[in-house]
Structures are given as structure tokens and as C-alpha cells.
């Protein structure tokens, strides 16, 4: 979502008619001029603080016979004259930022792409390298989980741009992704040769 005082992304997981209403209540704001919206909030924190209300109210609505239909979102982005942030926002409206301790944020089917991430991922790195190890932990997720599949989709937001950014999609067939497949798996192999055997004498 651009702006032209902020360039804003969502990615979301969770029940799918839930996720539809949240973006149709964020959509309907900015186009009524409400009294609050994407459009009135003055940094990214208000931002999440709006999103995780909206959400909220939508899955209250959504939600009976003693089922829940819960959506979680990230929000990332930036807004005009305030810092840029990362929002992991939870199902009951209340979120987390990402920070020096919690470099990364994760939704959805985490637990298999997640040790990657967390032997790769720093708080001072490139955006590349973030990217790549992105790539790998999905490519995990979907070889240990046959629910998730491709295409895997990226956005690269750049600070201080208030643009929309980099975006690729890359499908089952992309040649990119294979030969990172096979890098990678090829490269554990290695390294695990090179440990030291077990001494069972010891």
C-alpha cells in the first residue's frame, strides 16, 4: 500500500475470510476519510495500534459456534517524518516490533525455517544476505510441510524512498531457486563430513 506520505506492507496468515474483512475495514477508512485510517496515523506504531484494532473487531465478528477464525499480520513500511519498524501483529490486536534482540519476525508454519534464521539472520546485515537466508528458510518450510508451495513472493522496502520497492515472484519452475536448493543441501553435506566423529570410547 503506497501512499504519499507512506509506503506500507502487509503480509498476513490465518483464516482467509477474516483477512478479507480486516483489508476491506482498512480499505473502506481511507476511502470514507475516517476519523482514523492508514491516512491519520502518524507513525508506524499508530499504524500497528490501528491494524491490530481493526483486526480484532473483524475476528469478533467472525467468530462462533465456540470457533475461532483468527488472522495474524506483519506490517512493515515506513511513514513520512517518523523512524521506519517491523510489527508482528497477533490475533488479539496486540504486536511486537522488531528490534536489536528480535531481528526477525515470522507468521504462519514458522518451526521449520525458523533455525535458519536464527543462525543467519543479525541485526547489522545486508539486505541481500537477509533475502537469501529468507529464501533458504522457505524453501525449508516447504520441503518439511506439503500445505506451504510456491510461489514464494519478496518486497524489498528501501528507507526514506516512500516507493513501493523490489518485488520478484518466483514460482515451482524457477531456475534461481532450484540451483539454491541444490547449493544448499549440498553445502550441509559438506559440512557435515567435516564434524568429528563420534568417540565411543570416550
Request: glycine share 8%; aromatic share 6%.
Amino acid at each position: 500500500m503506497i501512499q504519499a506520505n507512506a509506503s506500507l506492507l502487509f503480509a498476513v496468515a490465518g483464516n482467509l475470510a477474516t483477512t478479507q474483512a480486516v483489508i476491506a475495514t482498512i480499505e473502506r477508512d481511507i476511502k470514507s476519510s475516517a476519523e482514523e485510517s492508514l491516512l491519520t496515523v502518524v507513525d508506524m506504531h499508530k499504524a500497528a495500534e490501528y491494524i491490530g484494532q481493526v483486526s480484532a473487531e473483524c475476528q469478533q465478528k467472525t467468530t462462533g459456534g465456540g470457533q475461532l477464525y483468527e488472522t495474524t499480520l506483519l506490517l512493515a513500511g515506513e511513514i513520512l517524518g517518523s523512524s521506519n519498524g517491523l510489527y508482528l501483529i497477533y490475533p488479539q490486536g496486540n504486536f511486537i516490533s522488531s528490534s536489536a534482540q528480535v531481528p526477525y519476525l515470522q507468521i504462519g508454519e514458522a518451526k521449520y525455517g525458523k533455525p535458519i534464521l536464527e543462525q543467519v539472520i543479525q541485526e547489522q546485515m545486508t539486505t541481500d544476505r537477509a533475502v537469501l537466508c529468507g529464501l533458504v528458510s522457505m524453501d525449508a518450510t516447504i520441503r518439511s510441510n506439503l500445505t506451504v508451495g510456491p510461489p514464494i513472493e519478496l518486497c524489498v522496502l528501501e528507507t526514506g524512498s516512500l516507493q513501493q520497492g523490489r518485488y520478484l515472484s518466483l514460482d515451482e519452475d524457477n531456475e534461481y531457486m532450484r540451483n539454491l536448493r541444490q547449493s544448499w543441501y549440498g553445502l550441509m553435506e559438506s559440512a557435515f563430513d567435516q564434524i568429528a566423529p563420534l568417540d565411543w570410547t570416550a
